[in-house]
């Protein structure tokens, strides 16, 4: 070869070489710096997208397991299906273009070199399919067993279970309940691996006996002086090469991608679940509520919870629904207020039936506050106004009168820093008792803008006097608006305009405390087996 043409050519190659290995290193780079920043950003998107749903569809669902299983798998789903973008990306920005390089190099050599590399990794890709089919029976079957070990996990470390777990000595038990289901979910998973690993070994074998049929292949082209001497000697140096590449797309990222897409396809499935249909009205403010022949059960339940119920509540009007426990107060109250939607029957506002509205509109001038009410890791202000964000931050005045109203003051001792006050240990601030987050709780239910306003049973942790004065200055600033009790301590229920009285799911009496007591009633015997308390 002529040195004067020979040296400017290798110095240009060794320049190529140069930059492509510089744009290797700034690809790689890219490529690590992409899942670690987008990854999470990504996952939060579709967290969002779940939490979106789950505002849509009813809220009954939520009574249903087969329903939380499906919120499980889609949770499992969402943190798969960012790394099954990622890896599908990699595959066809790396993978695929450094294939179809090599490829069209071996097809330019011998044309059944390139296919041999294609056809003897066949089956090892039908393995990745046998594995996607497997994997998808497991995760049905895994999803309520996660559900439950991740609730025993809670019940043992969890901030709200762990106190009483050890007071009572329940960590050892709980501790082999976690340990059970623990088991179990791997041995479904157990399985699943030696099916597939099997499965995945025999196919690997006929892969080996075809990447030695290659290496034949090879050998006779040279044998045949169809390739060169150094076309042999390059081939056969990156035949290895090629095959620990193709055995880490097929059996590693498309292994992995083919187990995910179970998963992936279980959070697209929850996101398709049809969501509760209503348009948006707004309901006129003088509407009186209709109750037409109610009935409902839960799901799966053989019992009806609510049975033939009918009423109706006038607007200003204030209401008290007494039972005993299990008799469907707070049932009738969801059905009440649209939480829940009668299996048969009607609830209507005015002339507007619950089934045709939506929850926006429904829940947009209404308040409550529940017996299991939320402890939020905020400060005093956040955990009264956060029952309506989208109002203007709340003058100290209207703040007082709510506090005043629940039987509270910024300026108790416990709140060292008045409404700035962090409510939580965790955060370097105070923990209150339950009394104390019952009337903040209140609180947070009176400062929402609302016509209707029901209270389920928020004053179990109150003793009956306290709960008696609650009552009092909430009849007063309930007036001209429509209010709803729920209680099954019938001291405070005289100051409601009419009582119903429910057992079992039915409605047995309605009248005030003077008629039902005349009556001699369910009501009757109730307020008798609790008179002591109020003397």
Not at 230 to 235: E, L, Q, V, Y
Not at 341 to 351: A, F, I, M, N, T
Not at 393 to 399: D, G
Not at 471 to 488: G, L, Q
Request: include cysteine; aromatic fraction near 10%; charge should be neutral.
């Amino acid at each position: 070869m002529d040195k004067k043409t020979g040296l400017p050519s290798v110095i240009l190659a060794l320049a190529a070489l140069g930059i492509i290995h510089l744009a290797s290193q700034v690809l790689n780079g890219v490529a690590n710096y992409i899942p670690q920043v987008y990854a999470e950003k990504a996952k939060g998107k579709l967290s969002q997208r779940i939490h979106d749903k789950m505002s849509r569809i009813s809220p009954i669902c939520f009574e249903d397991t087969n329903m939380l299983d499906d919120i499980n798998k889609a949770e499992q789903g969402k943190e798969n299906a960012v790394w099954f973008v990622l890896t599908f990306l990699l595959i066809f920005t790396f993978y695929v273009p450094y294939f179809a390089i090599m490829a069209s190099y071996l097809f330019s050599l011998k044309p059944i070199l390139a296919l041999a590399i294609i056809i003897v990794y066949i089956p090892t890709a039908l393995t990745q399919l046998i594995r996607s089919r497997v994997f998808a029976r497991l995760e049905d079957k895994s999803a309520p067993v996660r559900r439950e070990y991740e609730y025993y996990e809670s019940c043992i470390a969890g901030r709200e279970y762990f106190k009483e777990t050890r007071l009572l000595g329940g960590f050892e038990y709980f501790k082999k309940l976690y340990s059970d289901s623990l088991a179990l979910m791997n041995k479904l998973k157990f399985k699943a691996d030696v099916k597939t690993n099997l499965c995945e070994l025999g196919m690997k074998m006929v892969t080996v006996a075809g990447y030695f049929g290659i290496l034949w292949l090879l050998f006779d082209a040279l044998m045949k002086k169809e390739i060169t001497v150094g076309a042999f000697a390059a081939i056969f140096s990156s035949m290895g090469t090629i095959f620990a590449i193709m055995e880490e797309v097929v059996c590693r990222h498309i292994g992995q991608m083919a187990q995910n897409v179970a998963t992936i396809q279980n959070f697209i499935n929850f996101l398709s679940i049809d969501e509760r249909k209503g348009v948006d009205i707004e309901i006129p403010e003088s509407s009186d509520i209709y109750l037409k022949n109610v009935s409902f059960s839960y799901p799966g339940a053989e019992e009806k919870a609510i049975e033939d119920v009918s009423f109706t509540i006038r607007k200003g009007e204030t209401i008290a629904i007494v039972g005993e426990n299990g008799s469907g107060k707070s049932t009738l109250i969801r059905l009440i207020t649209g939480l829940y939607l009668p299996d048969s029957g009607d609830v209507l506002y005015g002339d507007i039936n619950t089934r045709d509205v939506s929850m926006k509109s429904l829940f947009g001038n209404m308040s409550a506050v529940f017996q299991k009410y939320q402890k939020y890791q905020l400060t005093l202000r956040e955990n009264i106004t956060i029952s309506q964000i989208d109002r203007e931050t709340a003058p100290e005045k209207e703040l007082d009168e709510v506090a005043a109203m629940s039987g509270f003051s910024k300026d108790d001792a416990d709140f060292t820093n008045g409404y700035d006050t962090m409510l939580s240990r965790e955060f370097d601030g105070v923990d209150l008792s339950g009394g104390q987050w019952q009337r903040i709780a209140i609180a947070r239910g009176l400062f929402r803008t609302h016509n209707l306003v029901v209270l389920d049973e928020p004053t179990a942790a109150i003793d009956p006097l306290e709960e008696t004065r609650v009552y009092n200055r909430f009849a007063n600033i309930s007036r001209d608006k429509t209010a709803i009790i729920v209680t099954h301590r019938l001291g405070s229920v005289r100051l409601a305009d009419r009582i119903v009285v429910l057992k079992k799911g039915k409605l047995v009496e309605m009248g005030t405390h003077d008629e039902l007591m005349e009556n001699n009633g369910e009501y009757a015997r109730l307020y008798a087996a609790q008179e002591q308390w109020y003397r």
